[in-house]
């Protein structure tokens, strides 16, 4: 039995401790079943927050649509549905340009070694997004990408996280349906799961709510507008939790893909200890050397937003600790509230 009282104490606290201004986490079981629902500040389920990189797993759901649909395949070359000279040399490595090698799964799995325009010289978007709100067109990220260097070839055994690779499957997903990514979205995913709160930004005159950066709210509609496939989602903690369910259980597509996507790559050191899977993210939590540690797969983004599932209980976690500057505390609420269920369940 679970002691929400104690469990109450410990969000509160967790909070407090790090001035969060509104946080919200659900918890369900397999059936539905609400077994938590914490909400701190001016948030309920219902509100909207931006989803930042949780936005992947739509991009993820409708590629394993298309598959379902014979429309490619895992293996698939990326210059099959976006031609080569719109985006030759975006992959340098040792002097050779491998963009043509660039694969479906190489995307997927963050397996591409494409740089991370974001964090990397000499683009480095955090500083500028720090400054201003910007917008940009997918020809400009050709063109930052081809002044940077990629980590490692395709189809390496290594993993690098790079939005990059998300709004390249974005972008294929548009070119086999002749639609647009929020359409998508739209049309596969939020209609027949009845999401009303959830969209794809396409516009910076959408509703697109301010981020938390630590000490104020900056808006930032052009940005997020932009980011599309990759971090361009707005939803709420309700509608989340009806998506990690449909997502987890095979509701928008095969459940076989699971046999295939259960496959793990260690990030990059500043994305420790994030393993990375086919289009989801996936967190250990307890000692390394347990075999039994709990796990919670799913993603998270830097807004703070996150949706995972934990096998080890059945349950399904959602909502946000909002704060673009700190996004590392959604990972660990949900650790110390993971943490403490494991041991009043034991």
């Known amino acids: 039995m679970i002691d929400q009282k104690r469990l109450a104490n410990l969000f509160e606290n967790f909070v407090k401790k ?20 914490f909400e701190h500040g001016e948030i309920s389920g219902q509100s909207p927050f931006v989803l930042a990189s949780v936005s992947k797993l739509f991009t993820t759901s409708l590629i394993l649509q298309l598959i379902d649909e014979e429309k490619l395949t895992y293996d698939s070359r990326i210059t099959q549905f ?46 500028r997004v720090a400054r201003e709100d910007f917008s940009f067109e997918f020809a400009d990220l050709i063109d930052w990408l081809r002044q940077m260097d990629s980590h490692f070839i395709p189809a390496s055994s290594s993993s ?14 548009e070119k086999i349906t002749h639609k647009s990514f929020d359409d998508l979205v739209d049309q596969r995913i939020c209609r027949p799961l009845n999401l009303m709160n959830t969209f794809i930004a396409s516009s910076e005159f959408a509703a697109i709510p301010a981020l938390f950066t630590g000490k104020e709210y900056l808006k930032r509609p052009k940005l997020i507008s932009s980011g599309s496939a990759a971090g361009g989602g ?15 259980k095979g509701d ?10 259960r496959e793990y790559y260690p990030l990059q050191a500043d994305y420790a200890p994030v393993y990375y899977g086919g289009g989801h993210m996936k967190l250990m ?34 909502g946000t600790t909002d704060n673009a500057r700190a996004s590392q505390l959604c990972i660990q609420l949900l650790y110390l509230i993971l943490l403490e269920i494991e041991s009043e369940l034991k």
Not at 18 to 37: F, G, S
Not at 100 to 119: A, C, H, R
């Open 160 to 173: 690098y996280y790079a939005d990059i690779n998300f709004v390249l499957l974005g972008r294929i997903a």
């Open 18 to 37: 790090n001035n969060l201004p509104r946080t919200i986490l659900k918890v369900e079981d397999k059936d539905r079943q609400e077994l938590l629902a």
């Open 234 to 248: 707005v939803s709420t903690a309700d509608d989340l939790m009806t998506f990690i369910h449909a997502f987890i």
């Open 82 to 127: 976006i031609p080569l000279e719109e985006i030759a040399g975006i992959h340098k490595f040792d002097r050779e340009d491998y963009t043509g090698e660039l694969t479906v799964q190489d995307l997927l799995f963050q397996k591409s070694g494409l740089p991370n325009v974001f964090y990397e010289s000499p683009i480095e978007l955090r500083k």
């Open 285 to 318: 939590i307890g000692q390394y050397d347990n075999a039994e540690r709990l796990s919670l797969i799913g993603h998270s983004g830097l807004s703070g937003a996150f949706a995972f599932y934990c096998p080890q209980f059945d349950l399904y976690f959602s």
């Open 252 to 261: 928008l597509f095969s459940i076989s893909h699971w046999q295939y996507l």
